[in-house]
């Protein structure tokens, strides 16, 4: 049996509730079974991700994108999904409609210096070995990265300042570093970990994770999407392809992706 064309990542987003529950469902259920093949037949520890599972992935994240502007449409989209489906929506909307309430829009001709993650199985390496040594969950750990850098994609610093693919100020880094590299990844991990287990985790990730930074509006992300990680690692390899977006006074721009 044929499998349906892969969504065009310039397409229109539905505005129907039906048509987009539709829309997601189908989505999801595709990127799943393109995620499968890709784990059991590619390798995530080396290349690039295949077509399918980059531009599903993206499909995903723009309907999510859309539902978290939309409030009243989202709820009424939730509402025809199945249930899985829709707790699964209901986090990832959430998560993006509370990163939004913090961004400020840019200048359109604004730059930034993204490049290409790291090979998904490599990061995974990097986040259980600092699990291991901290204690601190596998899944916050990447949950964090991926809201603060789309793991690593984002090299430019913050407008505070902040460096690195886990976005550090100078002053904690020089705290809680221990002697590495702010730029690289595995000795970024390491630092976020030991930070995070001195500010109270895994006893209170709560705690920890707004010492890393101040908004509840953060913390409350950074657990949705940890939630879903840990539900299903699938959802890890789909967060790993969403793509970089910046919020200007133009509107949305995507950096990254096909």
Do not use: C
Not at 38 to 65: F, M, N, S
Request: glycine fraction near 6%; avoid cysteine.
């Amino acid at each position: 049996m044929s499998r349906p064309a892969l969504p065009d990542p310039k397409a229109a987003i539905p505005k129907d509730p039906a048509k987009l529950a539709r829309s997601l469902t189908g989505t999801v259920a595709e990127l799943r079974r393109a995620t499968d093949a890709w784990i059991r037949d590619g390798d995530p520890g080396k290349g690039q991700p295949p077509e399918p599972v980059v531009l599903l992935a993206l499909q995903q994240q723009r309907v999510y994108r859309y539902l978290a502007r939309n409030p009243e449409v989202a709820s009424r989209t939730y509402a025809r999904l199945s249930k899985s489906l829709a707790a699964q929506a209901k986090d990832n909307v959430t998560a993006i409609r509370n990163l939004l309430s913090l961004v400020h829009p840019i200048s359109g001709s604004a730059k930034f210096r993204v490049q290409p993650a790291e090979p998904a199985d490599v990061l995974l390496g990097h986040f259980k070995h600092a699990e291991r040594r901290f204690g601190v969950d596998w899944e916050i750990l990447a949950a964090v990265m991926f809201v603060e850098t789309k793991f690593g994609r984002v090299r430019s610093p913050s407008h505070t300042g902040a460096k690195g693919p886990m976005q550090f100020m100078p002053g904690t880094w020089a705290a809680y570093g221990m002697g590495g590299d702010i730029q690289d990844t595995r000795d970024a991990l390491l630092a976020a970990a030991n930070y995070l287990r001195a500010s109270g985790a895994p006893r209170d990730y709560r705690r920890a994770l707004y010492a890393y930074n101040h908004s509840w509006a953060y913390v409350d992300a950074v657990q949705l999407h940890a939630r879903q990680i840990k539900r299903d690692i699938r959802n890890y390899y789909a967060y790993y392809n969403w793509q970089v977006y910046v919020v200007t006074t133009d509107g949305d721009r995507r950096l990254t992706g096909p």
